[in-house]
């Protein structure tokens, strides 16, 4: 058994980081890097992608709407045009930090509203979908598994990396409870657990007691929940007791 594992890193909000990077990157082994447009900028960029060489950790571009108002958690209307310029905009800005510090963008993971929206809205995925592909075809896509997103990254010939979330819970759906919710994120010990019975039962429970089926390629935790490196350590330890081999999966 493999998982990957990642996480969502380099997210600095007015030169304030939402996360403990440094203590997070020894505990990941893919980093979704924000690439400026709900958080982050060339700097936090450079230096993300500079700790991902030291700790051999893939690096991802964590593409959002232009919304660091936000932080990116709000569902905007913007013309297909504009969003895949936008988009591309983004994957060029953290490709140009990732080679200047000896690596490469390895993958794509769409942030906040965005990454909700292109599960269920299917023109959306397609537009995100010819986004990535415009910028490089051999870059996959990560996302719910089962949602639209999947069938569009399949349509643009590219790869798609199935994701699950350790502490969010979930709709009997298979989507994420929505974070106005007081229910949408777990903590404590039973997330590591939560972790090693996705990836060996391949099930989670959903918050009204149905059990989804899920195949995932990667696991994320976020770096801006409450305990999140306690929380990562604790998954890497969980995974390691079970004989999962935590790699890179892109």
């Given at each position: ?21 440094a ?25 993300s ?19 660091r ?5 709000t ?9 895949e310029?936008?988009i ?19 993958y794509?993971?769409?942030h906040g509203?965005l ?6 809205d ?15 075809p ?20 590219l790869?798609?990396?199935?994701e699950?979330?350790?502490?969010r819970?979930?709709l ?5 409870v ?10 404590g010990?039973s997330?590591?657990?939560?972790a090693v019975?996705?990836v060996?039962?391949?099930a989670?429970?959903a ?8 195949e ?10 409450p ?5 990562a350590?604790?998954?890497r330890?969980?995974?390691d007791?079970?004989g ?7």
């Amino acid at each position: 058994m493999r998982i990957d594992l990642n996480c969502d890193l380099g997210e600095t909000v007015d030169g304030q980081p939402t996360a403990d990077d440094a203590a997070m990157f020894p505990l990941i082994t893919s980093a979704n890097v924000a690439c400026g447009f709900h958080a982050g900028d060339a700097a936090t960029m450079q230096v993300s992608c500079e700790r991902a060489v030291q700790h051999v950790v893939a690096v991802g571009a964590h593409v959002s709407y232009a919304d660091r108002e936000n932080f990116g958690r709000t569902d905007l209307e913007v013309d297909d045009g504009v969003l895949e310029a936008q988009i591309r905009e983004q994957l060029e800005a953290l490709a140009e930090a990732a080679e200047a510090a000896g690596t490469r963008v390895r993958y794509v993971k769409p942030h906040g509203a965005l990454y909700n929206r292109i599960a269920r809205d299917r023109d959306r995925a397609d537009v995100v979908a010819a986004a990535v592909s415009g910028f490089d075809p051999a870059l996959p896509l990560m996302g719910l598994p089962g949602s639209h997103v999947a069938d569009a990254a399949a349509a643009a010939g590219l790869r798609f990396l199935r994701e699950a979330f350790v502490d969010r819970n979930y709709l009997a759906d298979g989507s994420l409870v929505p974070r106005s919710r007081p229910d949408a994120l777990l903590a404590g010990g039973s997330v590591a657990l939560r972790a090693v019975r996705i990836v060996t039962d391949g099930a989670v429970t959903a918050v009204d007691g149905t059990l989804l089926r899920l195949e995932v390629d990667s696991l994320c935790v976020h770096g801006d929940s409450p305990g999140a490196v306690e929380m990562a350590r604790a998954v890497r330890r969980e995974l390691d007791a079970a004989g999962v081999s935590v790699e890179a999966r892109a």
